[in-house]
């Protein structure tokens, strides 16, 4: 798992800085997008519908969602039912405390 390389390259690092380093390796983003897409997983997933800290599973979501939304599908109503099923999968797939 690409996240677990991250935790053994940056044991001192905090999961801030962990996150960032996964979002730069998994989307190609530049240092400088990441602070954006930190935000916008914690606005996402982090802060409604009850506020806490920004998990790995926030980001994880965040990223699958975004790339689920660039597919580009003609059907009606696809966009919708895909975002749910690839929160559930992630749900699944990564610990909600990691």
């Not at 954006?36 to 996402?44: G, P, Q």
């Not at 506020?51 to 790339?67: C, G, H, I, K, M």
């Amino acid at each position: 798992m690409l996240y677990r390389q991250v935790e053994a390259q940056m044991p001192q690092a905090s999961q801030t800085e962990r996150y960032g380093r996964f979002i730069e390796l998994r989307s190609g983003l530049g240092p400088g997008s990441v602070p954006t897409v930190l935000r916008r997983a914690a606005e996402s997933f982090a802060d409604w519908p009850n506020e806490r800290p920004l998990n790995f599973r926030d980001v994880v979501q965040y990223l699958a969602v975004t790339d689920c939304l660039k597919i580009d599908i003609a059907v009606a109503g696809v966009r919708s039912r895909m975002v749910d099923f690839v929160i559930d999968i992630v749900g699944q797939v990564i610990p909600r405390d990691l």
